[in-house]
C-alpha cells in the first residue's frame, strides 16, 4: 500500500517527479492559517452533533493550536509527498494527537476544504484591499486640497483642449477608486457563503449542522448546491478582475504621471526617493515606480485571463485544474497591494510646478470654446460662433499668436458682437469659474467634491 493519506487503494508509489508536479504546497501554505480556521469550526460542529466527542474535539483543537504555532515559528517542514497544506496539517496534527487525528476529516473532502479556506482567506483580504485603495484616494484628495486653484490643461486626443483644475484631474482618480471599492464590496457579498459540509461534491451522510459552522466562521449564508460549493470559483475570477480593473486605474494614472514629470511637460517632480538614476546618464532620473504599476498592471490582465482559460470548459464538479486558482489569485493580490502602498507612500512626494501648468494653458487655444460661447452670450447661434472662433483661431495660426494676443480692433474683424470684455471672458481663471454645470470644473465645485470626499473617507 501507498503510505498516502490516500493510499489505501494503491499499490505502487507515486512517481517522483510525478509527485513535485501534483503538489501545491509551495503556493497554497499560504491557506495555513485559514486552513486551521476551518478544521477547528468542523471539529466544533462534530462534537454537537455528536459524530465526536466533546473530548476528543477539545483534543484535536489544542493539538491545530500547536500545528498552527509550530508552521508560525518555521518547525514543520513543508514537503512534495505530502502534496498540499491540507494534508500538511492533517499529517502534523498525527503527530500531535495520534491516531485521534484521523477523525478530522469526518464528513469532509478537500474539495470543499480548499473551496472553505481560499473563501476565508479571500474575505480577509479583500478588506484589506479596500482599505488600501481607502488610504491611496484619501493621498489624492490631500494633493487636491492642496492646490484647489492650479489650472493646467486638460486634453481630449493628447491635445490641449480646455483649461481645467488639477485638483479636478485628480479627483477623476478618486471616483475610479470610489467605483473599484465598490466593486470589491460586491464581490466580497458573493464569496460570502459557506462551501463546507457539501463534502466531495454530493453532500454527506452524516447529520451535520452547517448553520452552525457557518456562524463560527462569520459567513453570511451557506452555497446552496453542493456541487456547485466544490466548483465554484467565480468569487476568485470575480477578485482577480476587479483587481485587474484597479490595475488599470493605476496604470493610466502611471502613463500621466510619467508624462508630467518628462521635461517637456514639467508639471510634477517626483522626489528622488521615488525615482532611480541611470548607470550610464549621468543627468538622468526616472519615473521608475509608476512605469513599474503600469508594467505590474500586464500581470494582473495575465492572471485573470489564467484563471478565466483554466475555469473555462470544466465540468462538474471539482476537477484538478482548479489548484491553479491559487497563484493567479495570490501573485494578483501582492501586487496590487503593494502598487496600492508605494503609490500611498510616493504621493506626498510629489511636487506641483502649477506655474508650468498654468504657462502650458497659455499655448493651444484652449479659450476657443469660450470665444465661441461669449458669442453666443450675445446672440449669435452656437453654430455660427463656433465657426467664427474657428476662423479667429485660423488667422491667430498664422501670425503666430494666441487669440489673448490679438488686438481688440482685430478680434471685432470677426463679428461686431465683440467687445473689450472678450478678454476677461476668455481669461482662464474666468473660464474655470464659469464651467458650473454639475461635475464641471468651476472653483466651487472642485471644493465641494473634495469636502464631500472628505467626508467619505472619514473612518
Ligand atoms: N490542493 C488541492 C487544490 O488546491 C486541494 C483539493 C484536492 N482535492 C482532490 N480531490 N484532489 O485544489
Known sequence: MSDKLWGGRFSEDTDTLVEKFNASIDVDKRLYASDIEGSAAHLKMLAKQKIISENEADQLMAGLERVKAKIENNE????????????????????????????????RSRNDQVALDIRIFLKKETRQIMDLITGFQQQLVNLAHAHLDVI???????????????????????????????????????MDAM???????????????????????????????????????????????????????????????????????????????????????????????????????????????????????????????????KEPLFDTIDTLAICLEVYTRMFPNIQVHAGNMRAACKQGFLNATDFADYLVNRGMPFRQAHAVAGKAVAKALETGRELDDMPLAELQKFSDLVSLDIFDFISLDQMIARRVSAGGTAFANVRAAVEKAQKELRP
Open 195 to 325: 462551501p463546507l459540509g457539501t463534502a466531495a461534491l454530493a453532500g454527506t451522510t452524516y447529520p451535520l449542522d452547517r448553520e452552525y459552522t457557518r456562524k463560527i466562521l462569520g459567513f453570511d449564508r451557506l452555497c446552496e448546491n453542493s456541487m456547485d460549493a466544490v466548483s465554484d470559483r467565480d468569487f476568485v475570477m470575480e477578485f482577480i478582475s476587479h483587481a485587474g480593473i484597479c490595475m488599470i486605474h493605476l496604470s493610466r494614472l502611471s502613463e500621466e504621471l510619467i508624462l508630467w514629470s518628462s521635461s517637456e511637460f514639467s508639471f510634477i517632480s517626483i522626489s528622488d526617493a521615488f525615482t532611480t538614476g541611470s548607470s550610464i546618464m549621468p543627468q538622468k532620473k526616472n519615473p521608475d515606480v509608476a512605469e513599474l504599476v503600469r508594467g505590474k498592471t500586464g500581470r494582473v490582465v495575465g492572471n485573470l485571463v489564467a484563471i478565466m482559460t483554466t475555469m473555462k470548459s470544466l465540468p462538474m464538479a471539482y476537477n484538478k485544474d482548479m489548484q491553479e486558482d
Open 76 to 107: 514543520l517542514a513543508f514537503s512534495h509527498q505530502l502534496e498540499d497544506i491540507h494534508m500538511h496539517v492533517e499529517d502534523a496534527l498525527g503527530k500531535e494527537c495520534g491516531d485521534l487525528a484521523k477523525k478530522l476529516h469526518t464528513a
Open 152 to 190: 493646467m490643461p486638460g486634453y481630449t486626443h493628447m491635445q490641449r483642449a480646455q483649461p481645467v483644475l488639477f485638483a479636478h484631474h485628480l479627483m477623476a482618480y478618486y471616483e475610479m477608486f470610489k467605483r473599484d471599492k465598490e466593486r470589491f464590496a460586491d464581490a466580497y457579498r458573493r
